[in-house]
């Protein structure tokens, strides 16, 4: 039973191929392709794939997307199935105004983070979470020791905080630069600006949630742009490049665990 996981965000394409749909399931294969280049993955990346037999993804990529990657799935005789947010799933309450608005991406790596979080705590009492998403936007997401969601921050990534600053100034067109303390170049002012002010959302929503839970917060992070934050972190965060590839393979366990009218019969997923 092999399982394709797919994280389309507005950036890239992730796919991961496991060996089940479980987790703990061994990885395959994987790549990353930018969007632009959706339209290759069936005559390239995928051609020479196992065929996988199931398959779960999210996408906040839009419609027009969607229909791309599933044409590229056509290489394949399965159906396309994608997480959506809800009130409770795989153990996780959602505390959004309207659940269904949360992002997918943000759902299933809480879930991910959530299930690890549990693994590690070994049977203890669980922890709070801060989850953090480095990718095209920045999340930084707040969890309670119950796996209720609180709420959580969105703000530009690194990519749309420089372009940002580009279009809207005559000044900003630099090369990248370094992270520092105290900047002394335009490069090196621009990237540890963008830096620092994700760093310092961080460390806000990890000082918010340890008053609100009364208990040090277990942090996490991934996204592609995760390894470029990770040395400006003022708190101690677990880089866990595969979360939503776990909070994937979590659901998909917990459905065929616990399947639903709402998890189509035909084959497994
Ligand atoms: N090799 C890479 N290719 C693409 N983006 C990268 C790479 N390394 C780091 N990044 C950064 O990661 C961000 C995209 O991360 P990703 O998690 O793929 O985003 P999304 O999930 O929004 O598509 C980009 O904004 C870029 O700053
Ligand atoms: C916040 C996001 C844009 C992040 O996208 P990404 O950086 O992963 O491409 C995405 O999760 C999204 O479109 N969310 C819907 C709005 C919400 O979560 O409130
Ligand atoms: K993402």
């Known amino acids: 039973m092999t399982f394709l996981a797919l994280d389309v965000g507005n950036t890239r394409l992730k796919w991961g191929l496991y060996d089940s749909p479980a987790p703990g399931a061994t990885l395959l294969g994987h790549g990353a392709v930018f969007l632009e280049n959706i339209d290759r ?8 794939l196992p065929e996988p037999t199931h398959m779960l993804g999210c996408i906040v990529a839009g419609e027009a997307i969607r229909r791309r990657v599933e044409e590229q799935m056509e290489l394949w005789d399965i159906t396309p199935h994608w997480a959506v947010s809800s009130a409770a799933e795989a153990g996780m309450t959602n505390g959004y105004d309207h659940p269904t608005r949360l992002g997918a ?14 693994q590690q705590v070994n049977g203890g009492a669980p922890k709070p979470m801060v ?3 480095v990718g095209t936007a920045v999340t930084v997401e707040a969890i309670d020791a119950t796996g209720k969601f609180l709420g959580g921050l969105i ?16 000044g900003l067109r630099v090369p990248t630069g370094e992270v520092c303390e105290f900047p002394t170049n335009t490069s090196d002012a621009l990237t540890s600006g963008g830096t620092y002010a994700i760093a310092g959302a961080v ?7 340890r008053q609100h839970c009364g208990a040090d917060p ?13 040395p400006s972190m003022s708190v101690q965060f677990e880089l866990v490049d595969s979360l939503i590839f776990d909070g994937l393979l979590e659901i998909a366990k917990h459905r065929l665990d616990h399947p639903t009218p709402v998890w189509p019969s035909r084959g497994l997923y």
């Not at 993955?41 to 020479?48: K, S, T």
């Not at 905080?161 to 100034?169: C, K, N, P, V």
């Open 155 to 170: 703000l530009p990534g690194h990519g749309i905080m420089l372009r940002a600053l580009e279009s809207g100034t005559a």
């Open 41 to 48: 993955l069936a005559d390239e990346d995928w051609r020479a």
């Open 218 to 230: 277990a942090c996490y992070m991934t996204g592609g742009a995760g390894w470029k934050m990770a």
């Open 131 to 133: 989850v953090v998403m």
């Open 105 to 118: 991406d943000r759902w299933v790596a809480m879930i991910g983070a959530h299930a690890r979080m549990l």
């Open 203 to 209: 460390e806000r929503m990890v000082q918010h949630v």
